[in-house]
């Protein structure tokens, strides 16, 4: 199968790649970008372990053809943290103990970023309407609930 | 010392493993990239039972960019089970197949595209065989047999009989017997399987996948490879979860080793949200009956335990697997006679482990029927458990002492928090409130010898390193290691780092599964703390000129007891002792004192762990009977974890059980066949609980502060996601006047018990008990 070229943006950078054109966002991101953050779960879209932003908003990478990414700016949970200073949802999941495992982490994070830049100051509920599609085996989600309301400092 | 003068453990720091995860840095075994790393990829069976009479792989060999090509003729047959006994799965199907999914060929290719082309040009002639698919169909005679040595399908037998249960049955003031079913449910860990395998022309293998105990998958490894143990590097990497469903050992790595070995590159093998449903583990179907005789005021005077367990193809952790769930009950529960039967059945459908709350229809039985019995005595769901409750200082009737319990508290206190007695009293329809107690061992010995050991490095700075062999599954054993290690030598967590879980340089551990991780990890890691700070004590107590016994290390220094300010820092005592020939090198070791004699099946007495946690559950929930769906409302849950080293893990410990144990696996988890096949192998089809199911949790943390433990702590993890299934089964039971007999309670299974409600204290479903089965030879 004949390659095409993907040209958008990744965490801030202009990329092109080369891309088989049945191939997935996600493939592109961990096997050609090596952008291994983003975690394929289910395959089937339903997990949401491989939540990336596309243009803000929340997608299932894994679901998702890696050209229709075309021209867009995507974010990966590796362009979260600015200047090694973490985004503070991510330190709200480090103290208020919403990490486990970790592997649903990163979908986890970037689906409630995408509820934090439209939504500032969400109610429980909100946080998780928002989060509905994102399974988490390990919390019970107790905590990323309390993690999320804590980083919009409604907690 | 007092708890408040603990300067690092019982607090909620945050974890050391959380910052690497938020940021996407952690590496998982899927993750990993090593150059001209090829794509693994497995042909299983599609049939449940069938002879393998011819493989063909001359067309897939020939395929450009395939690399390997393996079959069962690659493997000399070798087999695995984690006993002598028990070793029963080839890890590659010579003769037959026994699943649909058992593993029949492999292949390496530069990509998955080959890969998957390459399976489909295998050619496997199969001679299909009559296939059994449920416990009663295996046992009857006639039967068709899975493996020639195991007459009937019975895999495994244990029989335990404790004092005189025929005659104690005739003095009791009540008898009940009833009889429970529970189905498949699975672990669905976020993470699937996944293995990457490295040989080295040294002759030596790296390996990576998530496990539940390097150790022992380096050894299982050794012995099929045939490869020295020594040159068996199982490495550390971040495991995404486990929950029973990573400890046995899988055909997958053996292939995926086999493979880079036949290919000479490195091979990643990812399993599919399938694969990892039907190719790893799953949790048993089973169905039990019980007997229980009571006194007047609701005492367990005798208790007759029949259960089947449908163990699937393979032993995997058969024997285990069968006496735990009684072990649980008779850990929680004071009895004098009390007689098990458990019988684990082959049938052709995918290998069954250990699960987190292993055992639903047991467990969920007992606590029913106790339900029922208290209200034939007409007394309250709590009166009747604290009378049978477990005390410290007891003896369980197999002969395990239980130095500290805190059961009742757990009971009071849930009681306490959700008004249980008095929602009871104040009934609103389709409302319900349940009650659930349990306990569960901490660590029981598992084929590991030597229990855990720990070493500990300074380095010039004063920063120390701790080598371990514990693992860490997701549940924060790295955070518990350093954070004991951190409270022993005085200095932050920051400035101690962790090296474990890797065989070619940790020291060996029993695994992450019974539980065992903190109690005996993490007193192995206290003890080699200790030894470095005494080590410490003596050089510092000259720089000090001070007796080694009034230092105090703390904040990085040491100093005399009361006079902080004029320590010496810890990097300057590591430094002098350099200069000295006396270099800090901290070890220890801790084996749990278990009875060695204790075997699952020839000898069930003794001594089985050295210590066990308990809990207790209460679930709040309202039911619509016509949809038959659930909503939790409240649950509150406590556990007698011994010391919460690190209240915030504990919790999320408690909050994870309720949603795996209660939510899912009460309200919706199960599996569904048709001739072998699971027909819900995917997260699209398998109900897992989001994040909009979950109701207000109210975690309580009960400590007894065990004798042994490291600071008093036992284990965390487990008792809630037990004690919450029953909870949620006997709150769905009362909000509808029902005492539900098969799990999990779906919608279907609740408007179908709503619809043919009887009257009576009785069970919704008439189902057939499960009976000795009479093993003599024809």
Known sequence: MNKQLLSFTVNGEKVDVAVRPNATLLEVLREDLALTGVKEGCSEGVCGSCTVLMDGAPIRSCITPALEASGSSILTIEGLAEGGRLHPLQQAFIDKGAVQCGFCTPGMILAAKALLDSNPNPSADDVKTALAGNFCRCTGYRKIIQAVRTAAGSD | MPEDDYSVVGKSVPRVDARAKVTGEALFTADIALPRMLVGKILRSPYPHARILNIDTSRAEALHGVHAVVTGKDTAGEKWGVFRYTRDQQLLCVDKVRYVGDEVAAVAAVDEDTAIEALSLIQVEYEELPAVFDCRSAIAEGAPVIHDDRPRNLNVSVKIDVGDVESAFKDAHIIREDTFVAEEDSYF?????????????????????????????????????????????????????????????????????????????????????????????????????????????????????????????????????????????????????????????????????????HGRSFACGIDTQLDMIAEELGIDPVTIRLRNARRPGETTPTGSYVASCGLVECIEETAEKSDLLGKLKDRKPNVGIGMGINSVQTGFPLGIRGGSQAFIKFHEDGGATVISGVVDNGQGNDNMLVQIAAEVLGLPMADIRLISADTEVTPTDAGSYSMISTFGGGNAVKRAAEDARSQLFEVASDMLEADPQDLVARGGKIYVKGAPSAGVDIGKVVRKALIMGRPIMGRGA?????????????????????????????????????????????????????????????????????????????????????????????????????????????????????????????????????????????????????????????????????????????????????????????
């Open chain 2, 590 to 778: 801790f084996a749990p004192d278990v009875d060695q004699r204790r075997e699952w099946i020839t000898n069930p007495r003794g001594q089985l762990s050295q210590a066990f946690s308990f809990g207790a559950t209460v679930a709040e929930v309202e039911v619509d009977p016509e949809t038959g769906l659930v909503t939790a409302q409240r649950v509150t849950c406590a556990q007698d974890c011994g010391f919460a080293l690190n209240p915030v893990i504990v919790e999320g410990q408690f909050e994870g059980g309720v949603a795996m144990g209660g939510q899912g696996g009460m309200l919706g988890e199960e599996h569904r066949w048709h001739e072998g096949h699971v027909l819900n192998p995917s997260m699209m089809e398998y109900k897992i609980p989001t994040i909009k199911d979950m109701p207000e949790i109210d975690p309580i943390i009960v400590e007894t502060i065990d004798p042994v433990g490291p600071y008093g702590a036992k284990e965390a993890g487990m008792s809630v996601a037990m004690s919450a299934a029953q909870a949620y089964c006997n709150a769905v039971g009362n909000a509808l006047g029902i005492y539900f007999n098969h799990y999990p309670l779906t919608p279907a299974r609740i408007v179908d018990a709503v619809a043919n409600k009887k009257p009576g204290i009785r069970t919704a479903w008439d189902i057939e008990p499960a009976r000795i089965i009479e093993t003599a030879k024809k």
């Open chain 2, 189 to 357: 860990m976020t993470e699937p399987y996944a293995v990457v395998a490295d040989y080295h022309s040294d002759g030596s293998i790296e390996v990576w996948m998530p496990n539940a105990s390097p150790h022992t998958k380096a050894k299982a490894l050794s012995n099929a490879l045939r490869l020295p143990l020594s040159k068996v590097n199982v490495r550390k990497i971040t495991i995404g979860g486990a929950f029973g469903g990573r400890s046995d050992v899988f055909p997958a790595e053996f292939i995926t080793c086999l493979l880079s070995i036949r290919s000479s590159r490195p091979v990643k093998l990812v399993y599919t949200r399938e694969e990892n449903s039907i190719a790893t583990r799953m949790g048993h179907a089973m169905t039990t009956t019980i007997k229980t005789g009571v006194d007047r005021e609701g005492r367990v005077v005798a208790r007759d335990i029949v259960s089947y367990l449908d163990g699937g193809a393979y032993s995997s952790t058969g024997p285990i697997a069968t006496s735990v769930p009684f072990l649980c009950h008779e850990q929680t529960y004071k009895m004098e006679n009390v007689r098990f039967h458990g019988y684990r059945v082959y049938t052709n459908k995918p290998v069954r482990g250990m699960i987190r709350i």
